[in-house]
């Protein structure tokens, strides 16, 4: 089935999650009428939107415990008794992931038969993506669709879905991405408890939240830096909790049954888990490190005034139009003559420093007629003048390489967004990486800014938006643009002291480092470290010291920037220890509630030839069983007493003479638990 547009709403978003809640049952119900009471731009689902109640078949099974209760949420999906024409909504902004019960009882072909989703008709291996893994983005918020059910039952699906999720990902511009699937990384709940094959890098890969269902508990674990949520409370009955909650585990609930509020703009993004009769058990804020700045003619900021946008008509080709209150694209004006309208537009985005890293940007717009159509958008390469621009020249006495703008010279071959508008209202054109990597040309002046222009020649039916002339200053265009500062780190050394070393004995360190960029790779420029000892690129001091005294010397390392940082360090070269001396070291002098069999251990004497062992349950310094060679291990077990206090010793023999040659210093003592 055809993929209905999404309309991106204006900042800050609403968005319900419920899970787990396909059982067309009273407590379903209640969680559906308190979600249609937040008026939320989107219900998503985290799986198990189908259980195995009911006689009914097809996609009547969804229609019955999807449709009865989010119609008006739903656009597109297949006609049925409890939603007759597939939903109300003037645009579909209902988004289900999928879970083992669609799978098992459900029937995977009626649930894609049945809802209206991106990637209808694509094999699920494919790496743009399926109706069963998908992306939706909306404003600020970037939704990913996983499969795990799937993934989990393939290790070819796992592969596909982790590479098209990974790609996905890391093309976004969108402020927020959050990840969806059915069974949760980590959860703590008695029933199913994590599902560790889907502990992916969703961190790494640029992930700000993951939510799942599978458990019917809420829970929100912090785990690695990333948020994961696990709402499973839509309406199937629910479950306990383990006794132990997994490491992590922030907030557990399982007392009613709830659905979790999403409220998200450009730089906050809060959580809501609200339970039957309105109470909030759970909240949460995330907030990332980017500023989002408006560019609106007599908005925001209030003196911005950067907004130059006009169209280009072929039917009027010598006609400028820079003082139109609207803008127009179509592929047929007037009907029927095939003659094409295109829309310019350029921001100022000089307000923006130069040094910003570009995230996201979206042109936001006011539709005043809308269409079924879609247009696509793309850089513009010539420079043009508002006031005189028209169909055949960028400017007074300058052509266009081809009319309309249309020639390679004209505009970029590849389109950086698209521009769709079903309905009267706030439309945008969420740019795409090659958009996001145009912005970042405009404001660090790398690419010169000559805006967008909008066209399609082969519709028919045409979009009208308002102008920056418009009347009302809301309505009229905006570019919406997020980035990140990012503050140059200043590279350190960290480490600030060495341990000495020991004439004859190996010797290791790590040297450290802070800030700059890796790798890092370090190099000895003055000074020089203990003969026998050196420093390798990586920072690691190894090597047996050959002659004793105290080593100084300059580190330096290098960034992958080629930043530089230094510091004086020193090494002290001890002499050797006497011949054999060596030391004991567990279980340490005095210690209690030492465990029977204990082991006793100690160090290496050199020129051993074996060990002696002396243990004294009366603490006066007469072995028990006298000395007990234990041959040349450095360890010893022995049974205890319990609550009996006992002190011991080790002595070193030398082969040749069987004379000691050294003991492990005082005699230690501890008290058997």
Request: net charge negative; glycine share 10%.
């Given at each position: 089935m055809?993929?209905?547009?999404i309309?991106?709403?204006?900042?800050p978003?609403?968005?319900?999650?419920v899970g787990?809640y396909?059982?067309d049952t009273?407590?379903?119900?209640?969680?559906a009428?308190m979600?249609?009471?937040?008026?939320p731009?989107?219900?998503?689902?985290?799986?198990?939107n189908?259980?195995?109640?009911g006689t009914d078949?097809?996609?009547?099974?969804y229609?019955?415990?999807t449709g009865k209760?989010?119609c008006?949420f739903?656009k597109g999906?297949?006609?049925g008794t409890?939603?007759?024409s597939g939903?109300?909504a003037t645009?579909?902004?209902?988004?289900?992931s999928?879970g083992n019960?669609?799978?098992?009882?459900?029937?995977?072909?009626?649930?894609?038969?049945?809802?209206?989703?991106?990637?209808?008709?694509?094999?699920?291996?494919s790496?743009t993506g399926?109706?069963l893994?998908?992306?939706v983005?909306?404003?600020?918020?970037?939704?990913?669709f996983?499969?795990?059910?799937a993934?989990?039952?393939?290790a070819a699906?796992?592969t596909a879905?982790k590479?098209?999720?990974?790609a996905?990902?890391?093309?976004?511009g969108?402020?927020?991405?959050?990840?969806?699937?059915?069974?949760?990384?980590y959860?703590s709940?008695s029933?199913?408890?994590?599902s560790?094959?889907m502990?992916?890098p969703?961190?790494s890969?640029g992930?700000n939240l993951?939510?799942n269902g599978?458990d019917?508990?809420y829970e929100?674990?912090q785990?690695?830096?990333l948020?994961?949520?696990v709402?499973g409370?839509?309406?199937?009955g629910?479950y306990?909790?383990?006794?132990s909650p997994?490491t992590?585990s922030?907030?557990?609930?399982?007392?009613?049954w709830?659905?979790?509020?999403?409220?998200?703009?450009?730089?906050?993004l809060?959580?809501d888990?609200i339970?039957?009769?309105?109470?909030?058990?759970d909240?949460?804020?995330?907030?990332?490190?980017?500023?989002?700045?408006?560019?609106?003619?007599?908005?925001?900021?209030a003196a911005?005034?950067?907004?130059?946008d006009?169209?280009?008509?072929q039917?009027a080709p010598?006609?400028?139009?820079?003082t139109?209150t609207?803008?127009l694209?179509d592929g047929?004006?007037?009907p029927?003559s095939?003659s094409?309208l295109?829309?310019?537009?350029?921001?100022d985005?000089?307000s923006?420093?130069?040094?910003?890293?570009?995230?996201?940007a979206s042109?936001r717009?006011?539709?005043?007629?809308?269409s079924?159509n879609?247009?696509?958008?793309?850089?513009?390469?010539?420079?043009?003048?508002?006031?005189?621009?028209?169909?055949?020249?960028?400017?007074t006495?300058?052509?266009w390489?081809?009319a309309g703008a249309?020639?390679a010279?004209?505009?970029g071959?590849?389109?950086?967004?698209?521009l769709?508008?079903?309905s009267l209202?706030?439309?945008?054109i969420d740019?795409?990486a090659?958009?996001?990597?145009?912005?970042?040309?405009w404001?660090a002046?790398?690419?010169?800014?000559?805006?967008l222009?909008?066209?399609?020649s082969?519709?028919?039916?045409?979009?009208?938006l308002s102008s920056?002339?418009?009347?009302t200053?809301?309505?009229?265009?905006a570019l919406?643009?997020?980035y990140?500062?990012?503050?140059p780190t200043?590279?350190t050394v960290t480490?600030s002291?060495?341990?000495?070393?020991?004439l004859g004995a190996?010797y290791?360190?790590?040297?450290?480092?802070?800030?700059g960029?890796?790798?890092?790779s370090?190099a000895?420029t003055?000074g020089a470290?203990?003969?026998g000892?050196?420093l390798?690129?990586?920072?690691a001091l190894?090597?047996?010291?050959?002659t004793?005294?105290t080593?100084?010397?300059?580190?330096e390392?290098?960034?992958?920037?080629s930043s530089?940082?230094?510091a004086?360090?020193s090494?002290?070269v001890?002499?050797?220890l006497?011949?054999?001396?060596?030391?004991?070291?567990?279980?340490?002098?005095n210690k209690?509630g030492?465990r029977?069999p204990?082991?006793l251990s100690w160090?290496a004497?050199s020129?051993a030839a074996r060990y002696?062992?002396c243990?004294?349950?009366d603490?006066?310094?007469?072995c028990d069983?006298?000395?007990v060679?234990?041959g040349?291990s450095?360890?010893?077990s022995r049974?205890l007493?319990?609550k009996?206090?006992?002190?011991?010793?080790v002595r070193?023999?030398n082969a040749?003479?069987a004379?000691?040659?050294a003991?492990?210093g005082?005699?230690w003592k501890?008290?058997?638990?």
């Amino acid at each position: 089935m055809a993929v209905a547009p999404i309309v991106p709403a204006v900042a800050p978003l609403t968005v319900a999650v419920v899970g787990d809640y396909g059982v067309d049952t009273t407590s379903e119900g209640q969680v559906a009428t308190m979600v249609a009471g937040w008026s939320p731009d989107l219900v998503v689902t985290t799986g198990d939107n189908f259980y195995s109640q009911g006689t009914d078949t097809g996609t009547a099974r969804y229609d019955r415990v999807t449709g009865k209760y989010y119609c008006a949420f739903i656009k597109g999906a297949a006609a049925g008794t409890n939603c007759p024409s597939g939903g109300t909504a003037t645009v579909n902004r209902f988004f289900p992931s999928t879970g083992n019960h669609d799978w098992t009882d459900g029937d995977i072909s009626n649930y894609k038969a049945y809802f209206n989703l991106p990637g209808a008709g694509v094999t699920s291996q494919s790496p743009t993506g399926s109706e069963l893994y998908y992306d939706v983005r909306n404003g600020p918020l970037h939704l990913f669709f996983i499969d795990s059910q799937a993934a989990m039952a393939s290790a070819a699906e796992m592969t596909a879905q982790k590479a098209w999720l990974q790609a996905a990902l890391a093309a976004s511009g969108a402020p927020w991405k959050v990840v969806v699937f059915h069974h949760p990384p980590y959860s703590s709940g008695s029933s199913h408890g994590s599902s560790t094959a889907m502990r992916w890098p969703f961190a790494s890969w640029g992930a700000n939240l993951v939510l799942n269902g599978h458990d019917h508990t809420y829970e929100r674990v912090q785990n690695g830096g990333l948020t994961y949520i696990v709402d499973g409370l839509g309406g199937a009955g629910r479950y306990g909790f383990a006794s132990s909650p997994v490491t992590g585990s922030l907030v557990r609930y399982n007392a009613n049954w709830g659905a979790l509020k999403l409220t998200i703009d450009d730089t906050s993004l809060t959580g809501d888990f609200i339970s039957l009769g309105g109470t909030t058990q759970d909240h949460f804020s995330l907030a990332n490190d980017t500023t989002s700045a408006t560019l609106q003619d007599g908005v925001s900021p209030a003196a911005y005034a950067g907004t130059r946008d006009t169209t280009l008509s072929q039917a009027a080709p010598t006609t400028a139009f820079g003082t139109a209150t609207t803008l127009l694209v179509d592929g047929d004006d007037p009907p029927g003559s095939g003659s094409d309208l295109a829309t310019l537009i350029r921001f100022d985005t000089s307000s923006i420093p130069s040094n910003a890293t570009i995230v996201g940007a979206s042109l936001r717009f006011k539709a005043v007629d809308p269409s079924t159509n879609s247009y696509s958008a793309y850089p513009v390469l010539q420079s043009w003048d508002e006031a005189t621009a028209t169909w055949t020249n960028s400017s007074t006495g300058v052509a266009w390489a081809t009319a309309g703008a249309a020639g390679a010279a004209d505009r970029g071959s590849t389109a950086v967004g698209t521009l769709s508008a079903a309905s009267l209202g706030p439309v945008a054109i969420d740019l795409n990486a090659t958009g996001v990597a145009l912005v970042q040309g405009w404001v660090a002046s790398t690419i010169a800014n000559n805006g967008l222009i909008a066209a399609g020649s082969s519709q028919t039916d045409g979009i009208d938006l308002s102008s920056r002339e418009a009347t009302t200053a809301a309505d009229r265009p905006a570019l919406v643009v997020t980035y990140r500062l990012t503050t140059p780190t200043v590279l350190t050394v960290t480490t600030s002291s060495l341990a000495g070393a020991t004439l004859g004995a190996a010797y290791s360190a790590n040297l450290t480092a802070a800030g700059g960029t890796t790798p890092y790779s370090w190099a000895v420029t003055s000074g020089a470290t203990p003969p026998g000892v050196s420093l390798s690129a990586g920072g690691a001091l190894t090597g047996t010291p050959t002659t004793a005294g105290t080593y100084s010397f300059t580190a330096e390392v290098t960034d992958g920037a080629s930043s530089k940082a230094s510091a004086p360090l020193s090494i002290v070269v001890a002499a050797a220890l006497p011949p054999g001396a060596f030391a004991k070291s567990s279980p340490s002098n005095n210690k209690t509630g030492v465990r029977s069999p204990v082991s006793l251990s100690w160090g290496a004497s050199s020129g051993a030839a074996r060990y002696e062992v002396c243990l004294d349950r009366d603490i006066n310094s007469v072995c028990d069983s006298g000395w007990v060679s234990v041959g040349t291990s450095r360890s010893a077990s022995r049974t205890l007493t319990s609550k009996a206090v006992y002190s011991w010793q080790v002595r070193a023999v030398n082969a040749a003479s069987a004379s000691t040659l050294a003991n492990g210093g005082t005699w230690w003592k501890f008290t058997a638990r």
